[in-house]
């Protein structure tokens, strides 16, 4: 996965637990989730930290 190389830190990126390709990139207070379908990231959502994971 190359996201790294626009300065995101590795850190920020972590995989979903029960959930097959499935992420979440954090951004202050924000984050975004997406999941991967062959080399290509597709983001389902973009919200702030306190009610992504509702």
């Known amino acids: 996965m190359s996201l790294n190389s626009h300065g ?3 850190d920020d990126i972590k ?6 390709n499935h992420y979440r990139i954090r951004v202050g207070d924000y984050r975004i989730l997406f999941f991967r379908e062959d080399d290509i990231a597709k983001i389902y959502d973009v919200s702030h930290r306190s009610d992504v994971y509702k």
């Open 8 to 10: 995101q830190h590795a």
């Open 15 to 20: 995989k979903l637990k029960g959930y097959d």
